[in-house]
């Protein structure tokens, strides 16, 4: 097949700008739909463990390397990736509360991947290859709900998509930047997208020198962390986390498809599109670890590959068939729309929660889109910021303790609500694949604060006691000398993080836009 310039596969049926303007529409109406729901969010609990990082990194006064506010008072090296706390500092410093800050974090992420997803797609295939992946994204429900607390995840996925764009395009410093941002953002996802480069290297020695030069790039600015996380490797385990795997079967059909129109583009010469189908390869080692995980990152090479796959399955029906191909292939993606918009026939793996990943059912089903989600309202709230109760104790623990004092809590979730809330350090927390210095409770020093998940009776002269239906908060008011936080001295200043926020993205852009070719 002959393709366009930038090698874009060609749009027959419908002129181009109009699934230009569709999938605008569409990512639009994605938008105005969250923010209608934003009361909504956070949808889980992942965005309080970086909130409690921002607030660790807000009583440094920086970056450092030491989580002090988690499993106080030994806490535990900080070996998640910097940025996105970073980021979330920024709205926090002039004001904004944590739970706006998780709100409109949590709400923008998905939105922010379709954009890109639009852009990379159209970049590489044409427009209506980009209205389809897009189409084929928005599909899935689970993938919205989990885009909005993986939110490390699938802003490192957005730099990846985007330097792959730009070494396309041959951008090489920009890439590097992007990656090294992806690399600064998420601990291990980004170094798994780096294989599509490789393949691509391997394989289109034109591409090779700037593929070469940007991951040189970038892993020479990754080195201070990297070398921070290879001191403290003793401290990760790997650890299966309870989950939902989650994989339209229509999309998945389509994939295949796509795979066979991307080894025809490859043998063709054009080598670029390797990086698709080489990504869903790559994204196989995640699932010993993390099978769950895995349908989750799969979801837009797969939505990609189906895009491509069905955009040349389309043009060949219009070329076999001039006078009624061009009807039958708006046909065709008007049945797409109403069914991807309303929802996807999915298969489900469900896996209990004894931390073994055994896959305890399999099903097949039909589940509403992401659109049809948020029109609806049907969006669980969660439950902690939801629970009166948390907002009660939040207050009390502002009132009764100090900004140095450690509070007792049983449950890593709880102890990051409260952490991100109130700035307090506690004993508990979350992200458990770093393990703690110590986590035996007989070993604690006598503290000042506890939190317990039941309401507790009765008043005592020694302890102010606040109490609600699920939650107790018990603060001592005797003599006795409690243990407090000890916040280490930033590695990396704030002026100076900011700074390097603000070049990393002024070259990035200058790099990508104002360059001449």
């Known amino acids: 097949m002959r393709s366009r310039e930038r090698g874009m596969l060609p749009s027959m049926a419908i002129p181009g700008n109009s699934y230009v303007a569709a999938t605008i529409v569409l990512i639009l109406a994605i938008m105005l739909l969250t923010l209608v729901r934003i009361s909504h969010y956070p949808l889980f609990i992942d965005p309080y463990y970086h909130l409690s990082i921002m607030r660790l990194f807000d009583a440094a006064g920086g970056i450092t390397s030491w989580d002090s506010l988690q499993f106080a008072p030994w806490g535990r090296p900080l070996l998640y990736p910097p940025l996105f706390p970073v980021l979330l500092s920024i709205p926090f410093a002039i004001g904004i509360s944590p739970l706006s800050i998780a709100q409109g974090s949590s709400a923008s992420v998905y939105p922010l991947t379709l954009i890109v997803v639009a852009y990379v797609t159209y970049s590489f295939y044409g427009a209506r290859s980009a209205f389809l992946a897009t189409l084929f994204t928005a599909s899935l429900w689970m993938f919205m709900y989990k885009s909005s607390y993986l939110m490390p995840s699938s802003l490192a996925y957005v730099f990846i998509l985007l330097s792959y764009l730009c070494i396309h395009r041959g951008r090489w410093i920009a890439a590097a930047l992007l990656l090294s941002g992806a690399f600064y953002t998420h601990l291990s996802l980004p170094h798994i997208c780096v294989v599509p480069l490789l393949a691509w290297a391997a394989i289109d020695s034109t591409a090779r020198r700037s593929i070469v030069r940007s991951l040189a790039l970038a892993y020479v600015l990754f080195i201070p962390w990297g070398v921070h996380l290879a001191t403290n490797m003793g401290f990760i385990h790997s650890r299966s986390i309870v989950g939902y795997g989650t994989l339209n079967i229509v999309v998945a059909?389509?994939?295949?498809?796509?795979?066979?129109?991307?080894?025809?583009?490859?043998?063709?010469?054009?080598?670029?599109?390797?990086?698709f189908?080489?990504?869903?390869?790559?994204?196989?080692?995640?699932?010993?670890?993390?099978?769950?995980?895995?349908?989750?990152?799969?979801?837009?090479?797969?939505?990609?590959?189906?895009?491509?796959?069905?955009?040349?399955?389309?043009?060949?029906?219009?070329?076999?068939?001039?006078?009624?191909?061009?009807?039958?292939?708006?046909?065709?993606?008007?049945?797409?729309?109403?069914f991807s918009?309303?929802?996807?026939?999915?298969?489900?793996?469900?896996?209990?929660?004894?931390?073994?990943?055994?896959?305890?059912?399999?099903?097949?089903?039909?589940?509403?889109?992401?659109?049809?989600?948020?029109?609806?309202?049907?969006?669980?709230?969660?439950?902690?910021?939801?629970n009166n109760d948390?907002?009660?104790?939040?207050?009390?623990?502002?009132?009764?303790?100090?900004?140095?004092?450690?509070?007792?809590?049983?449950?890593?979730?709880?102890?990051?609500?409260?952490?991100?809330?109130?700035?307090?350090?506690?004993?508990?927390?979350?992200?458990?694949?770093v393990a703690p210095l110590e986590t035996s409770y007989r070993?604690?020093?006598?503290?000042?604060?506890?939190?317990?998940?039941?309401?507790?009776?009765?008043?005592?002269?020694?302890?102010?006691?606040?109490?609600?239906?699920?939650?107790?908060?018990v603060v001592r008011e005797d003599d006795e000398e409690f243990a407090s936080r000890s916040v280490p001295s930033p590695s990396v200043p704030y002026a100076v993080a900011y700074a390097f926020v603000c070049l990393w993205a002024l070259i990035t852009i200058q790099d990508t836009w104002w360059k001449k070719t």
């Open 253 to 275: 059909l389509l994939a295949i498809l796509g795979l066979a129109v991307s080894i025809d583009l490859v043998r063709a010469g054009q080598r670029r599109y390797v990086l």
């Open 277 to 338: 189908p080489a990504l869903v390869c790559s994204l196989l080692v995640i699932v010993p670890y993390y099978s769950h995980r895995f349908f989750f990152h799969a979801v837009i090479p797969l939505s990609i590959l189906a895009a491509i796959g069905l955009d040349r399955a389309l043009e060949s029906l219009t070329s076999l068939m001039p006078e009624r191909g061009a009807l039958l292939s708006t046909g065709v993606i008007v049945v797409m729309m109403i």
């Open 341 to 386: 918009l309303c929802g996807a026939v999915v298969y489900e793996e469900g896996y209990s929660d004894d931390g073994t990943d055994i896959i305890e059912h399999r099903r097949m089903f039909i589940q509403e889109s992401a659109l049809m989600r948020l029109a609806t309202g049907n969006i669980p709230a969660q439950s902690y910021v939801s």
């Open 390 to 433: 948390i907002i009660t104790i939040v207050e009390a623990i502002r009132e009764h303790t100090s900004p140095d004092d450690i509070i007792l809590v049983d449950t890593g979730p709880l102890a990051c609500v409260v952490t991100s809330l109130t700035g307090r350090a506690t004993t508990n927390g979350m992200f458990k694949e």
């Open 443 to 473: 070993k604690l020093p006598p503290l000042r604060a506890y939190l317990v998940r039941f309401r507790i009776e009765g008043t005592d002269p020694t302890h102010t006691v606040v109490a609600t239906e699920s939650l107790s908060l």
